[in-house]
């Protein structure tokens, strides 16, 4: 399956600039034949903005509309954060088919910090679809560094991990060693697509990345903005992991 992910600068609040942006994105990965493109977390309206607040729409909302037609335009998925209102506030992330159709909708689970737990209600549960034979999951940023989660998606089947981030200096490792280590160790793909630039006091360090099955990198940005297509290739089974088999308990 071919992949992409977009690591671009926050929006800062500027939907049109936002919209226009990830529309160039999306439909560049469309035709270069990705089934999906992974964008950041919060983009809509931004990750360090205390407006979203105010800003923060429902799901099904003038947003999720405008984004499915962007998908639609581009025939390619499409995953991307926003900033939902429900009544309380959360830090969600929603996934369209390339026809524009709602294929799962997540809200973050792990919130990172006094200023996250401050502004957003707790998501309590996962968001796993079928997607073009494979079974995926979403997850947003600091999620993908708890492996209990990684373990629980991996034993419901799921294959492919779609991760908006906004992670910024000095939690490189994030993206340098845990996500292909998560991948390694459960045998499922990670796309990760971080911000790049700086967003108020948020000094995002980039390096998305798109991993293999098996841990391999297949694709990774550097610090500034960058299109990322890969394609997944499916696990060999002589490289497989046998933890899950070998796995004991110390009492």
């Known amino acids: 399956m071919r992949i992409a992910l977009w690591q671009g600068p926050s929006v800062e609040c500027d939907i049109e600039a936002g919209m226009t942006a990830l529309g160039a994105a999306l439909r560049a990965a469309g035709a270069m034949g990705a089934r999906v493109l992974v ?28 984004l499915a037609a962007l998908a639609r335009e581009a025939c390619c998925g499409l995953v991307v954060g926003y900033a939902e209102r429900e009544g309380v506030l959360y830090n969600a992330a929603v996934a369209f088919g390339a026809d524009g159709a709602e294929l799962a909708h997540y809200r973050k689970i792990q919130l990172f910090g006094p200023r996250e737990q401050r502004l957003f209600a707790f998501g309590e549960a996962y968001a796993v679809f079928d997607f073009h034979g494979r079974k995926a999951a979403l997850l947003i940023c600091y999620d993908i560094e708890f492996d209990h989660h990684i373990s629980a998606l991996k034993a419901m089947g799921v294959d492919l991990i779609l991760c908006p981030t906004a992670c910024p200096k000095p939690f490189e490792n994030v993206a340098q060693s845990v996500v292909p280590a998560h991948s390694a ?20 360090f980039g390096l998305s990345v798109i991993t293999g099955p098996h841990g391999q990198v297949m694709a990774q940005a550097g610090a500034g903005p960058a299109l990322l297509v890969a394609d997944i290739p499916p696990p060999d089974p002589a490289r497989l992991t046998t933890q899950a088999r070998d796995r004991r308990f110390i009492r």
Request: aromatic content about 12%; charged content about 15%.
């Open 39 to 66: 964008a950041p977390e919060l983009y809509l309206p931004g990750y360090n903005q205390d407006a979203l607040v105010d800003l923060a729409q429902p799901r099904g909302g003038p947003w999720h509309q405008r």
């Open 185 to 204: 160790n459960h045998a499922l793909s990670i796309a990760y697509a971080n911000y790049c630039g700086d967003e108020g006091d948020c000094a995002y």
